[in-house]
């Protein structure tokens, strides 16, 4: 009774729907060739060219434009206006609708130091305070989620879990912890999940973070590099709004392991990330607690 219902709507279609079935005596409606180009040599080849012609004369163009190649009135006036349309939808502009969050100051978390080098302090479970009030200053706006493949409490940021929940729609078992329907926090493994979420929120207008192991987070590689390409070209449009930095915090890194030692060990996504313009991307590595604090506020 807690778990939506939403609706689904599933469509299967053939692949190359709609395109030449054969060609060349060959099936390509539902089959891997109609993944590329149906029809190589339609300029030299006279066979390819007319089913070329059946093809596009199949979408009936006179029923669309008039004798001047103008599409008819009739039609254009069915075309949505203002930001009903795909490409003026604020949502789809997301830093047309991005909020500032309020951020405590990061120095009240601090680890107090009477001598360098004094005080331990695990640096993640110190952040973890800093987290937890930002979730707390901005819980009226609704604007800043935490994503993970799992590893909150393993990377030692379970005091977020003082102020939200992990949010989690299917059955509850007792046993699980911080578990319900509304949570800030959304926790999956599957990497190329969070990394997803965290991009449809930014790109949307909010503002998030994914935490991973360094060693794992290779996984979304491609997905990190098409957002920065997002990134770079959109940054030349000028009707397109800035919108939230990506933020990806790892831990377990090369240079600090626990128990899991070699397995756990590959800094090779900051080599992919520092491959990237200055303008796209930054790469911090805190030495400590309050370097992280400072970091992650400018963040």
Known sequence: ???????????????????????????????????????????????????????????????????????????????????????????????????????????????????????????????????????????????????????????????????????WLAGIVPGDDHLAPEGRVIEVLSEHQCEGWLEGYVLTGRHGLFNCYEAFVHIIDSMFNQHAKWLDVTRHIAWRRPIASLNILLSSHVWRQDHNGFTHQDPGFIDLVMNKKAEITRVYLPPDANCLLSVMDHC
Request: proline fraction near 9%.
């Open 1 to 167: 009774a807690r778990r939506p219902r939403w609706p689904m709507i599933v469509l299967k279609t053939p692949k190359g729907w709609t395109g030449p079935k054969v060609v060349d005596g060959e099936q390509v409606e539902g089959t891997y060739r109609a993944h590329q180009v149906p029809l190589s040599a339609p300029r030299t080849n006279p066979e390819h060219l007319a089913i070329l012609e059946r093809w596009m004369r199949s979408y009936r163009p006179e029923e669309l434009f008039d004798e001047t190649g103008r599409l008819r009135p009739e039609l254009a006036e069915l075309a949505p206006r203002g930001e009903r349309r795909m490409g003026a939808n604020p949502h789809a502009n997301g830093g047309v609708l991005l909020r500032d969050l309020r951020l405590p100051d990061f120095r009240r978390y601090a680890v107090q130091l009477p001598a360098p080098g004094a005080v331990d302090a695990e640096d993640t479970k110190v952040l973890g305070g800093f987290l937890r009030d930002v979730m707390r200053e901005n819980a009226d706006r609704r604007n800043f989620r935490m994503f993970g493949p799992d590893e909150t409490a393993s990377n030692r940021l379970t005091a977020v879990f003082e102020a939200t929940d992990k949010q």
